[in-house]
């Protein structure tokens, strides 16, 4: 049976960040401006972002790939707002694992069969959802960063790595999207 606090409304606005100060998952207040809530941001940005991608590709496989990643950023950006850990022992969907790790990596693999073989350095663009994968691969970098400088002890190495990995896979599908378009790349 489901207590009372199941699946219950969330309002829009709380007013509790008014003054510039929001909450953790841990329940402590800090400064909007905090390098914790930067890094979820980030990742929170990085995965609108991916929607804008997704609704601008004709691809359901690569669309279906972006969803699932999408649903393991949310995850990431928990782990970050729960400096305590707590969450990950309490929800199974904020898990992230190796194998999502690999997962990424698979289809990088399966990503480079297709494409030409990269030889220089290539200029971002291409079609709408190539440049979009582009300027995520990007945003995936700067939240990698946020995440580094909260340091060693505030970030599962786990963590780090899917998102590291995640910027090489979203260069490779920006390549991806385009030779599927037709679109040369640019060489610089």
């Known amino acids: 049976m489901r207590g009372p606090d199941y699946n219950r409304a969330v309002p829009l606005y709380t007013r509790t960040g008014d003054a510039g100060d929001t909450s953790l998952l841990d329940g402590s207040r800090v400064r909007k401006s905090d390098p914790r809530v930067e890094a979820y941001g ?105 995440m580094v400088a909260l340091g060693p002890a505030a970030v599962a190495p786990v963590d780090l790595e899917y998102v590291n990995r995640l910027s090489d896979l979203l260069f490779a599908l920006a390549r991806l999207v385009n030779h599927r378009a037709g679109i040369v790349e640019e060489s610089w």
């Open 42 to 146: 980030e990742v929170d940005e990085l995965g609108a972002w991916l929607g804008l991608v997704r609704a601008e590709l004709s691809d359901p496989v690569v669309s279906k790939g972006l969803d699932r990643i999408q649903r393991l950023l949310f995850a990431l950006g928990a782990r970050l707002a729960d400096p305590g850990g707590r969450i990950a022992a309490r929800q199974e969907k904020s898990v992230l694992a190796a194998s999502d790790v690999r997962r990424l990596e698979q289809w990088m693999d399966e990503i480079d069969t297709e494409v030409p073989p990269l030889r220089t350095f290539v200029l971002s663009g291409g079609s709408r959802s190539g440049a979009a994968l582009h300027v995520a691969r990007v945003m995936c970098r700067r939240a990698e960063r946020r």
